[in-house]
């Protein structure tokens, strides 16, 4: 009753911000990401009728008290099995946890994954994207690899699927790290407290599906550019509306937007490069290989950058053990 799965995180191109049922963790709107392929999450989940509480250790860490969502997870696997068995998950990441780099979203993929081996269900996608996103609602992104779409379904649920393999369009992912510390307000409170006070949240809504229609399409047409020129501004929708809440939402640190110029100037240069930020002070700039140590060695450059990680696409989650 034990598995290993490994999930890598997912940066969204169009993003997801706001529910539209908190209590079922339903997103108001959907979104489009790129999985990444050089970090991960490695995630063990064992089933054991001796237990008498489920137990999470996070980097080596047991945390005092399970979070609410890990064990909804692992209630709707025990459901499926019809079992009432407890489990110990052992979860490490190889970058910052909760500090704007998708943890959540590789975190939960990693666990659906193991969880269902751990107990041989062999669950359908649909049954897995269902569960991974009672975790987070980026989570079922990462079940996926390469170009992923998420979206709201007529039947009051969602859908996720790839819309492009990791190998058919390479790229590389530059992220900027300018701080290691855990964000203080999660994407869940932000969220929530941009859909309650943000003047601007109804039009994000109103606008997002014509951001995520035409980010598609140029995938298909493989118009970088485009892509570009759609997240960029997608990302700053975002911030306006989390910057417009009350009391107002600043991810960002003073090199945060160092970094936003520093890609701006090189696409002035002549760079195919845009960027991308996330609830957290990490910028993440998208280019094609060709460009990605010119765009290195320029976020490097940026007074206030920790250091820096690449990475080119990668696959969805799998079992390892
Ligand atoms: O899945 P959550 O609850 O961590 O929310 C993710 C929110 C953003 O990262 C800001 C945007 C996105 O689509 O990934």
């Known amino acids: 009753m034990r598995a290993t799965a490994i999930a890598q995180p997912n940066i969204a191109l169009i993003?997801?911000?706001?529910?539209?049922?908190?209590?079922?963790?339903?997103?108001?709107?959907?979104?489009?990401?790129?999985?990444?392929?050089?970090?991960?999450?490695?995630?063990?989940?064992?089933?054991?009728?001796?237990?008498?509480?489920?137990?999470?250790?996070?980097?080596?860490?047991?945390?005092?008290s399970v979070?609410?969502?890990?064990?909804?997870c692992l209630d709707r696997f025990r459901e499926k099995a019809a079992i009432a068995h407890k489990a110990v998950v052992t979860t490490a990441n190889d970058f910052p946890t909760g500090a704007g780099l998708a943890s959540s979203a590789s975190g939960f993929a990693a666990l659906v994954v193991a969880a269902d081996r751990a107990l041989d269900l062999n669950l359908g996608e649909d049954e897995l994207v269902d569960i991974a996103r009672t975790g987070s609602g980026s989570a079922p992104r990462s079940l996926y690899g390469g170009f992923v779409l998420l979206e709201n379904d007529s039947d009051d649920g969602i859908r996720c699927g790839s819309v492009?393999?990791?190998?058919?369009?390479?790229?590389?992912i530059?992220?900027?790290?300018?701080?290691?510390?855990?964000?203080?307000?999660?994407?869940?409170?932000?969220?929530?407290?941009?859909?309650?006070?943000?003047?601007?949240?109804?039009?994000?809504?109103?606008?997002?599906?014509a951001d995520l229609r035409a980010a598609v399409a140029s995938i298909e047409d493989?118009?970088?550019?485009?892509?570009?020129?759609?997240?960029?501004?997608?990302?700053?929708?975002?911030?306006?509306?989390?910057?417009?809440s009350r009391p107002p939402l600043l991810y960002?640190?003073?090199?945060?937007?160092?970094?936003?110029?520093?890609?701006?100037?090189?696409?002035?240069?002549?760079?195919?490069?845009f960027f991308s930020i996330d609830a957290g002070p990490q910028l993440k700039a998208f280019c094609l290989p060709d460009n990605s140590e010119e765009v290195r060695d320029s976020?490097?450059?940026?007074?206030?950058?920790?250091?820096?990680?690449?990475?080119?696409?990668?696959?969805g989650a799998r079992i390892v053990e």
């Open 164 to 172: 492009l393999g990791p190998e058919t369009w390479p790229w590389s």
């Open 252 to 273: 960002w640190s003073g090199a945060t937007l160092e970094c936003a110029q520093n890609i701006r100037e090189l696409r002035k240069s002549g760079v195919p490069v």
């Open 222 to 244: 493989r118009d970088f550019e485009k892509l570009g020129e759609l997240a960029e501004r997608n990302c700053l929708k975002m911030h306006a509306v989390a910057m417009t």
């Open 15 to 64: 993003k997801y911000w706001g529910k539209r049922d908190s209590d079922r963790n339903l997103p108001a709107v959907g979104s489009l990401s790129v999985t990444l392929g050089s970090i991960g999450t490695r995630t063990t989940v064992e089933f054991d009728a001796a237990l008498d509480s489920d137990r999470v250790h996070i980097n080596e860490q047991e945390v005092e």
């Open 67 to 72: 979070d609410r969502r890990v064990e909804k």
């Open 299 to 315: 976020l490097e450059s940026v007074p206030g950058v920790l250091r820096v990680i690449s990475s080119e696409l990668g696959e």
């Open 174 to 209: 530059i992220i900027a790290v300018t701080s290691e510390a855990p964000k203080k307000v999660s994407s869940t409170d932000g969220m929530e407290l941009s859909r309650t006070t943000s003047p601007y949240f109804s039009r994000w809504v109103e606008t997002h599906d």
